[in-house]
């Protein structure tokens, strides 16, 4: 059909007012059997398409599509393009198609199956039209059917691309609101817990301190160990609640760097000495092995200590009494690197990925459960935000844990200090 059409073209054969009359009446007295004959085409075609369709679904676009075809053939000045529809009629076969598409067939239907559809529509129309013209006037009216079907066509496919672009519009936007939704509520949840908890804990913990106060005796034994069991407890939950609010504000964005130039080597001194309390009661040997000649770099001096107290304190928590710690640093290329290696059961190679996620922890005898299952994944992200990346490795004579922390170094940096790993 298409090439019997352009053939037509190639010869130079214009339909004549009078035969676009004479199609417009026919169109209008066989429109019932054109109707019918076209369902009958997309049934033995596309019989899994039409069942999800009433009958007078399908029925009611056809009569729509040759409704604006009569309109088109009536107009004798239309017939002088080489495309048939241009103008006010092109408009008014998109809004058949946008109608089309965004009615019952488009919501259920693919576009080719919808193409398809109306391509069928084309074998109907010929056929009918075929009895009532012959000789050249039928080669006419093909020419005109095929006009108007692939005028139909391409402003199917606009108006089915403007839907779905619509469409995807409008997902993304609610979307974005329902995401903003969800962020306002996590802020409001964040700031109840922020006041109202820690509220409550500093009374907890208070009171545990004005309990020892108070008593004119000292308190029995039994007596101390509930007061250091709250204690305990209530500091477990505090840790909690900030690693939970730290861990929130930085995956979501909120926290913003102070940069400085830092020397790593201080952070780490200053580290040890505020862990000095939780290492020193177990026997432990920290070791400093970072060379005094490391060069600055640019990062967030608390950050940078939170990082360096979350795997300085996993280290403490998972040696045994009397191990050893060390924190080492040094250079690699255009990296600056501290890492923190202990004498503890290690970290199994299936588990180095799995230990960055949220409240993922390893049970051993001598972490005893503890901890909140947020310090590394807040290590890890804090970490990238310098720009830098965490790694587990191997200690190299003996089983234990050993992270690493590798950071850019400013501009002007290349060199090579300290133990080389990897």
Known sequence: MEAEAEGIVAMGIQPDARLGAEL???????????VTHWVGLLRDAQPQLLARMAPTTWG????????????????????RYPVLAPGQVQSRIRGLAARAVMGPVGENAELHNLQGAYFLLQEALVEVLSEHVSGDRRV?????????IKQLSIAMSEAITVQRTQGLEEAVASRTRHLEELLRKEGEFLGFISHEVRT????????????REISEEPLTETQGRYVRMIERSGELIHTLVNDILDYAKIESGRVTLRLEPINLREVAIDVIALLESKWEPKGLEVVLD????????????????????????????????GARVVVRGGLAGREEWIEVEDEGPGVPQADRSRIFERFQQLENAFSRGEGTGLGLPIVKLLTEMHGGHIEVLDPDAHEGGLFRVSLPLPDGHRVMVGKQTG
């Not at 417009?24 to 054109?34: K, T, V």
């Not at 490391?294 to 795997?311: S, V």
């Open 200 to 211: 409550g804990l500093t009374a907890i913990l208070g009171a545990c301190d004005f309990l």
């Open 140 to 148: 006419q009216a093909v020419l005109l059917v095929d006009r108007f």
């Open 60 to 79: 009611s676009r056809v009569v729509e599509t040759l409704g604006v075809m009569r309109s088109v053939l009536a107009d004798p000045e239309l017939l």
């Open 24 to 34: 417009s009446a026919l169109l209008s007295q066989e429109q019932s059997r054109i």
């Open 290 to 321: 970072v060379p005094a000649e490391l060069p600055d770099i640019k990062g967030d001096r608390i950050r940078l200590q939170q990082i360096f107290l979350n795997l300085l304190a996993n280290a403490i928590r998972f040696s045994p009494m």
